[in-house]
């Protein structure tokens, strides 16, 4: 059984850092694309981030990017998301979601539960 | 990356067939068939519906359906059930290799 168990979620203080982690099991992680994905409090979905397989193509939305960096570490089946000057828009349920085997993921399969960011003064 | 667009809240009574619509460009929607759905109850975390289009994962009921004309994409639930209760998103693929959601469909069963 696929599980994806997302972690590091506090209240930080706008400008502060923060560090997310989800530890996966039940598939092969190392021959996965994986996602970042978020959800400001009764609000939308809003795609984050991406990190190929091995950790040599990594991607980014607007919003995060020169902020935000994805890592994996595949020998401890783990993807991470260091998070640096944090604004308040960046309040969020933070989900962690697989991708495909295919260079491009073409459905996202598999869903954490989500770890809550709040950033407020 | 601007959110692809779906309308805000469709309904229907139970037996029905609702259309839900995601409407983004040719540098999304409309370039490429990585056009996936997602079904999202109060509380859960989303869960995948359709992907590539038209392709339904294993587990999911045939009533739900899917397309694209252009750089639109639509959701189709035939037999409208009580438990179809939730909001809907639509998600692609863009020529920036990143992803965009759509703004989010509230769907009612009366």
């Known amino acids: 059984e696929v599980q994806l168990v997302e972690s590091g979620g506090v209240v930080v203080q706008p400008g502060g850092s923060l560090r997310l982690s989800c530890a996966a099991s039940?598939?092969?992680?190392?021959?996965?694309?994986m996602h970042w994905v978020r959800q400001p409090p009764g609000k939308g979905l809003e795609w984050v981030s991406l990190i190929s397989w091995d950790g040599g193509s990594t991607n980014y939305a607007d919003s995060v990017k020169g902020r935000f960096t994805i890592s994996r570490d595949n020998s401890k089946n783990s993807l991470y998301l260091q998070m640096n000057s944090l604004r308040i828009e960046d309040t969020a349920l933070y989900y962690c979601?697989?991708?495909?085997?295919?260079?491009?993921?073409?459905?996202?399969?598999?869903w954490g539960q989500g770890t809550l960011v709040t950033v407020s003064s | 990356q601007s959110a692809l667009t779906q309308p805000a809240s469709v309904s229907g009574s139970p037996g029905q067939s609702i259309t839900l619509s995601c409407t983004g460009t040719s540098s999304d929607v409309g370039g490429y068939d990585y056009v996936s759905w997602y079904q999202q109850h109060p509380g859960k975390a989303p869960k995948l519906m359709i992907f590539?289009?038209?392709n339904r994962p294993s587990g999911v009921s045939n009533r739900f359906s899917g397309s694209k004309s252009g750089d639109t994409a639509s959701l189709t639930i035939s037999g409208l059930q009580a438990e179809d209760e939730a909001d809907y998103y639509c998600?692609?693929?863009?020529?920036?290799?990143?992803?965009?959601f759509g703004t989010g469909t509230k769907v009612t069963v009366l």
């Open positions: 998600t692609s693929y863009t020529s920036s290799s990143t992803y965009v």
């Open positions: 590539e289009v038209t």
């Open positions: 039940g598939f092969t992680f190392d021959d996965y694309t």
């Open positions: 979601v697989k991708g495909t085997l295919t260079t491009v993921t073409t459905q996202f399969d598999y």
